[in-house]
């Protein structure tokens, strides 16, 4: 039971572009959700989060939105840049737990 | 500051055998959890340990089990080895909750089963 879905495995944007990686869930309890990227032999490192009071959460080029409603939550990376080419992971817990449920990730290549 | 760091980096076994993987947090970190990560399946919550207790566990068999050391070092075991359990193994780290705290990565160990 995947209750975090990354249904894009893979995207490719142009340098400068917009990048827009999406994610859905399934839990309505998951009140909290995070955003991790990953490159070739490391292991993931944080990106942003958002708590689920909130519709949108901003940090320089990356910007999460939730839609509680859809279950659906979105990275926006602006202007996308090469070094932001890795493997993306959306994560989500509920109820204060310390238990992180992460999606399948999405492979993001950014062409020069 | 150190990372978190996790050995042996790669590791060859064949099905049967057992295998212990071993996780340092960063200092100070308290939390540490286990991760499985195998093509299209992303990260799978294997469990989480704090101070030294189980707090969290996730949806994997008996044969995958773990502790942690009053260090807050942490190390995972797995039993009769399955070619499934070929993975990469992330170990995580955070100060008390990774749900409340930037969590931490370490590089991951390998596990490769013939």
């Known amino acids: 039971d995947q209750q975090v879905k990354q249904n894009s495995p893979s995207l490719s944007v142009q340098e400068g572009r917009i990048s827009i990686l999406n994610c859905d869930y399934t839990?309505?309890?998951?009140?909290?959700f995070l955003w991790y990227k990953k490159y070739p032999a490391e292991g993931p490192t944080f990106l942003i989060s958002i708590s689920s009071i909130k519709d949108k959460n901003e940090d320089g080029r990356f910007t999460v939105f939730l839609n509680k409603s859809a279950k659906h939550l979105s990275l926006h990376i602006v202007p996308s840049q090469p070094g932001d080419s890795a493997v993306y992971f959306c994560a989500a817990t509920y109820n204060q737990g310390g238990k992180l449920i992460f999606g399948q990730g999405t492979e993001l290549s950014v062409k020069p | 500051k150190a990372g978190v760091t996790q050995t042996p980096r790669y590791l060859i076994k064949t099905r049967g055998q057992q295998v212990t993987l071993s996780c340092s947090p960063i200092?100070?970190?308290?939390?540490v959890s286990w991760y499985q990560q195998t093509p299209g399946q992303g990260l799978q919550f294997l469990f989480e340990y704090f101070s030294e207790t189980q707090r969290n566990k996730g949806n994997f068999p008996g044969r995958f089990s773990g502790r942690q050391f009053s260090n807050s070092r942490s190390e995972m075991n797995v039993s009769t080895l399955e070619l499934g359990d070929s993975a990469l193994y992330l170990c995580?780290?955070?100060?008390?909750?990774?749900?409340?705290?930037?969590?931490?990565f370490g590089p991951g160990t390998r596990l490769t089963v013939l």
């Open positions: 995580a780290s955070s100060l008390t909750s990774p749900s409340h705290n930037e969590q931490f």
């Open positions: 839990n309505s309890m998951f009140d909290y």
């Open positions: 200092s100070g970190h308290r939390s």
